[in-house]
């Protein structure tokens, strides 16, 4: 029987749950904008690297600074420590290097799901005033 679910996405999953548990309570900086979220770890398969990808919502630009842009920078000077906040609360001989990355998945579904919304309105629309036509 092949092995459906590696060793690395075993990692990946138990960092996601630390680091959002981590994130919330342990990162205090007041940069670090709105509620994010960890969406998905991709760890390479030596598990010396994790790929974090993380969105940013309600956060508000300030002083002209995207949250986004901001929140990643904040997120990646602080890998440091939870990667060593992560080594504590896992049992890992080694905890992977973190390097967080945003996800345009959630906003671009968003984004898809209002296109499709506005097709149906304006599609009914068109049938509504065909049919008013042909009476």
Not at 30 to 51: E, F
Not at 52 to 65: D, K, L
Not at 104 to 113: C, D, K, T, W
Request: neutral net charge.
């Amino acid at each position: 029987m092949a092995k459906d679910y590696s060793r690395a996405q075993r990692i990946g999953d138990q960092i996601q749950r630390e680091l959002a548990q981590l994130i919330r309570t342990e990162v205090k900086d007041p940069r670090l904008g709105g509620l994010v979220t960890v969406t998905a770890v991709d760890v390479s398969r030596d598990a010396s690297h994790a790929k974090v990808f993380v969105t940013v919502m309600g956060a508000e630009p300030q002083e002209g600074v995207d949250p986004i842009v901001q929140s990643l920078k904040v997120l990646n000077d602080a890998s440091g420590f939870l990667r060593m906040q992560l080594g504590k609360a896992m049992k890992l001989r080694s905890v992977p290097n973190l390097r967080f990355h945003y996800d345009e998945s959630i906003v671009r579904g968003a984004q898809l799901s209002a296109l499709i919304e506005r097709a149906v309105t304006e599609d009914s629309k068109h049938v509504d005033s065909d049919t008013e036509a042909k009476e």
